[in-house]
DNA sequence: ATCCTCGGATCGTAAAAGAT
DNA sequence: TCTTTTACGATCCGAGGATT
C-alpha cells in the first residue's frame, strides 16, 4: 500500500534511519556533489552555491543485466583454467567461491563485481575501474561494455537509457549475455583494425574538431575501456570511429603531425584510406538502413566530411543526403518528437540536427543544390559540465546560416526567376541578417569564432554577387547590395581575420575554410579585373589584400592549397604589374613559423605568379 | 568555522531465477 | 504466473580535508 507522497518525494526512510525522506531525482549537480536535493528549481544547495540548476541527467536503468547463470558459468571455466594450470587442485568449494568472488567481488554484503580487464577466453570484462561515468550517454549510448538485453522494438516513445542503448548497438539481438564475448560468428573474417590504433585519431577529433562539430560525447567516445584490445566493438560503433579517424585525417591534412601507422597487411597504405574503407565494409555487414541511429547519422555525416575534403563531391553529397535522410527517419526535425525524448538526449539530437542544417546550407550554396533541412527545431544548450563558449559558438554559426533562407539557396542555384525574387530590399535584408547574428564574439573558442566570421564574410560575398549578377549593381550606391567595391571590404575583413588566426584553428576547418577563402579572393580577383585602371586607394589596397589571401592559400592546413593555382591564374595580370613593391613584401601573419624566411614567405606567391605567367 | 568532496550505507527497482 | 533472489543505480550521510 502507497504511502501518500508528492510527484517529487517518494517516502523513503534515509539511510541513518532518521524520517527524512529521500527525493525520487536529485538535481544533476547535487548528484554530483553527493548532497541533499530538495528538488526544487532552483534547488536549496545549487542556489546557495550559485551554480545552474539542471535536471537533464538520465537516470540510468536499474537492476541486473545479462542472465546470472552466464556469469556463474563463465566464473566455473574461469576455475577450470586454473585447475588445468595446476592439475592436482581439486574443483573445491573454496575455489569455486574464489572464481565467483572474481566476479562478484570478495565482500558478499556488497556483491561488486571486479574491474577485471583480463581477457579470459575473449571473455569481455565485466565493468570498467574508472570512474563511473556521471554525465548522462543516453545518445551514443552508455560506456559500460555490456550487451544488454534490448527489447526489440524502437518506437518514438520517450527514448530510455536503454533505448538509447540500443542505438549504439542496434544490430545486436537482443541477446541478454552481458558479461561475455559475443559469439565467434560475429568475428570478422578479415581481422578488424585495432582498437589503439583508433584512439589516437578519436584524440585529434576531439582536440581540434569538436569545437566544430560538437556531436560526439567525449565521455564515450575517449573512454579508455573502449579502445581496449579486449572490447569487440558493436559493428555500427566501429564502423562510426573509422569514419570519424578517416574525416579527421584528411580534414586537418598536413596542419599537424597526424599519427602515422604502419601499413597493414591488405590494406591501403594511407590510413585515412584504411578507415574509409572499412568503415565501408563493415557498415555492409549491418541492416543500418532499415535499423537508423544517431550513430548512423554520424556514421554517414562523417563519411561526407572524409569525401568533402578528398574533394569527391558527387560521394560527399549522396552522404551528405544519406544522414539527413536518416534524420528524417528518426523525426529530428520535428520538435514535437524532441519532446518526447529524455532531456539529455534531445541536446544531443539538436547539436546534430543543427550541425547538419550548416553543413547542407554551406554544402548546398557551394555546389548549387536545394536544402532539405530547415530551422524547424529549437537550439540546442549547453551542458551543464561543459565550457559554455562552445556552444555559444555554434548557435551564432547557426543563426548565421539561419539568415540565409531558401529563396537565398534556390535563386543561387538558378532555378527561381531571378529577376522576379531577388529585390534589393530583400538582399539587403539578408546582408543586414548576417551582421545581426554573432554579437558576442568573445564569448566563443577562437576555432569557432574563425569559421563564424568567415563564414559570414563569405556569405556577404555570396549575396553581393547574387545581387550583382541579377542586376543590382551601382557604382557608389549606399548600401552594400550593389557597391563595386564592397568585396574589397570584405576581403579587408577577411584578411584581418585570417591574419590574426592561429594557424591551427583555421586550418582545422579542412577544405571548407580554403574553399571559403578562395570564393573571397575570386570575387575579388574579378572585382580587381574590372576595374583594372582604377588607381584609387581602395583598389590599391584591394590588390593588397588579394595578395595576402593568397599567400594564406599557399600555407593552408600545411601546403598549398589546390584552389592556389586557379586563383593565381586570375590574379596574374593584377598583381605583377600593378601592386608597389612595398606593398608586396608583406610580414609573415601571426603565427607562422618563424624559422622560414620572410623572403620565402613572400616567394611563394611570386613564384605561383611566374608559373601562371 | 565553514565549505566541499567523496566513500560507502542504504534504499528502490528491474531482471533473473525459482516455485507452483 | 507468482514469488523470491539478485544486481545495480540513486540518494545522501557524515568523516575528513581544504579554505576562509
Redo the contacts with the bound molecule.
Keep these: 500500500m502507497c504511502m501518500a507522497t508528492t510527484a517529487e518525494n517518494?517516502s523513503?526512510?534515509?539511510?541513518?534511519?532518521n524520517t527524512?525522506k529521500?527525493?525520487k531525482?536529485?538535481c544533476d549537480c547535487?548528484?554530483k556533489?553527493?548532497?541533499?536535493?530538495d528538488g526544487e528549481s532552483p534547488c536549496g544547495p545549487c542556489r546557495k552555491?550559485t551554480i545552474r540548476c539542471a535536471y537533464l541527467q538520465a537516470?540510468?536503468?536499474?537492476?541486473?543485466?545479462?542472465?546470472?547463470?552466464e556469469r556463474v558459468l563463465h566464473a566455473l571455466r574461469k576455475i577450470d583454467q586454473s585447475a588445468t594450470l595446476t592439475p592436482d587442485s581439486p574443483l573445491s568449494p573454496g575455489l569455486l567461491q574464489d572464481g565467483l568472488s572474481q566476479w562478484?567481488g570478495s565482500s558478499s554484503s556488497?556483491?561488486?563485481?571486479l574491474p577485471n580487464h583480463t581477457a579470459i577466453d575473449g571473455a569481455m570484462p565485466t565493468s570498467t575501474p574508472a570512474e563511473p561515468l556521471t554525465t548522462g550517454y543516453g545518445y551514443y549510448g552508455p560506456p559500460e561494455p555490456q550487451s544488454y538485453?534490448m527489447p526489440p522494438h524502437m518506437g518514438s516513445q520517450a527514448l530510455s537509457v536503454?533505448q538509447s542503448m540500443s542505438q549504439l548497438w542496434p544490430t545486436q539481438p537482443p541477446q541478454?549475455q552481458s558479461y561475455y564475448a559475443p559469439p565467434l560468428r560475429q568475428q570478422p573474417a578479415i581481422p578488424r583494425i585495432p582498437n589503439q590504433r583508433i584512439l589516437p585519431y578519436v584524440q585529434l577529433f576531439f582536440e581540434h574538431l569538436y569545437f566544430i562539430m560538437p556531436v560526439v560525447d567525449e565521455q564515450i567516445y575517449l573512454d579508455p575501456y573502449m579502445y581496449s584490445s579486449t572490447n569487440y566493438m558493436p559493428p555500427e560503433t566501429y564502423a562510426f570511429l573509422c569514419a570519424l579517424c578517416a574525416a579527421t585525417i584528411v580534414q586537418l591534412d598536413a596542419a599537424i603531425a597526424v599519427p602515422e601507422m604502419e601499413p597493414l597487411p591488405g590494406r591501403p597504405s594511407s590510413a585515412a584510406e584504411m578507415f574509409i574503407e572499412e568503415c565501408l565494409k563493415v557498415r555492409q555487414e549491418v541492416d543500418y538502413i532499415g535499423n537508423p541511429s544517431t550513430v548512423t547519422v554520424m556514421t554517414s555525416f562523417f563519411i561526407f566530411a572524409y569525401y568533402g575534403n578528398k574533394e569527391s563531391s558527387d560521394k560527399a553529397w549522396h552522404y551528405l543526403q544519406e544522414s539527413i535522410s536518416f534524420v528524417e527517419t528518426l523525426e529530428m526535425d520535428d520538435e514535437n518528437s524532441m519532446l518526447k525524448l529524455d532531456a539529455l538526449e534531445a541536446q544531443w539530437r539538436r547539436r546534430l540536427y543543427w550541425l547538419l542544417f550548416i553543413t547542407e546550407r554551406a554544402y548546398s550554396i557551394q555546389r548549387r543544390k536545394n536544402c532539405r533541412l530547415h530551422p524547424t527545431i529549437e537550439l540546442p544548450l549547453a551542458f551543464e559540465s561543459e565550457d559554455p563558449r562552445l556552444l555559444n559558438g555554434f548557435v551564432n554559426l547557426a543563426h548565421l546560416f539561419s539568415a540565409i533562407d531558401d529563396k537565398f539557396v534556390s535563386i543561387w542555384k538558378g532555378s527561381a526567376r531571378r529577376k522576379a525574387l531577388c529585390s534589393e530590399p530583400w538582399l539587403a535584408e539578408t546582408q543586414r541578417s548576417l551582421d545581426t547574428v554573432a554579437l558576442s564574439l568573445a564569448e566563443i573558442t577562437e576555432t569557432t569564432r574563425i569559421d563564424i566570421s568567415v563564414s559570414r564574410e563569405w556569405l556577404h560575398i555570396l549575396a553581393w554577387q547574387m545581387g550583382v549578377s541579377n542586376g543590382l549593381v551601382c557604382d557608389k550606391g549606399q548600401t552594400s547590395t550593389g557597391r563595386l567595391d564592397y568585396p574589397i571590404e570584405v576581403a579587408r575583413r577577411t584578411v584581418d581575420i585570417a591574419e590574426r588566426a592561429n594557424p591551427l584553428a583555421l586550418d582545422s576547418h579542412g577544405i571548407g575554410m580554403e574553399q571559403k577563402l578562395s570564393d573571397i579572393a575570386g570575387c575579388l580577383a574579378d572585382v580587381l579585373h574590372v576595374s583594372s585602371g582604377d588607381t584609387s586607394d581602395t583598389f590599391l589596397h584591394g590588390r593588397q589584400y588579394l595578395h595576402l589571401m593568397l599567400n594564406k592559400l599557399s600555407m593552408m592546413r600545411g601546403k598549398e592549397s589546390r584552389y592556389l593555382r586557379p586563383l593565381v591564374a586570375k590574379a596574374a595580370g593584377i598583381l605583377d604589374s600593378q601592386v608597389p613593391r612595398g606593398m608586396l613584401a608583406l610580414p609573415a601573419p601571426a603565427g607562422f613559423d618563424g624559422k622560414v624566411e620572410e623572403k620565402e614567405w613572400n616567394g611563394r606567391v611570386d613564384r605561383q605568379l611566374k608559373w601562371a605567367a
Design positions: 517518494d523513503a526512510e534515509s539511510a541513518s534511519g527524512q529521500s527525493l531525482r536529485a547535487c548528484r556533489r553527493k548532497v541533499r536535493c552555491a537516470p540510468k536503468k536499474k537492476g541486473p543485466k545479462g542472465l546470472r547463470s562478484y556488497s556483491p561488486i563485481p538485453a536503454d541478454p
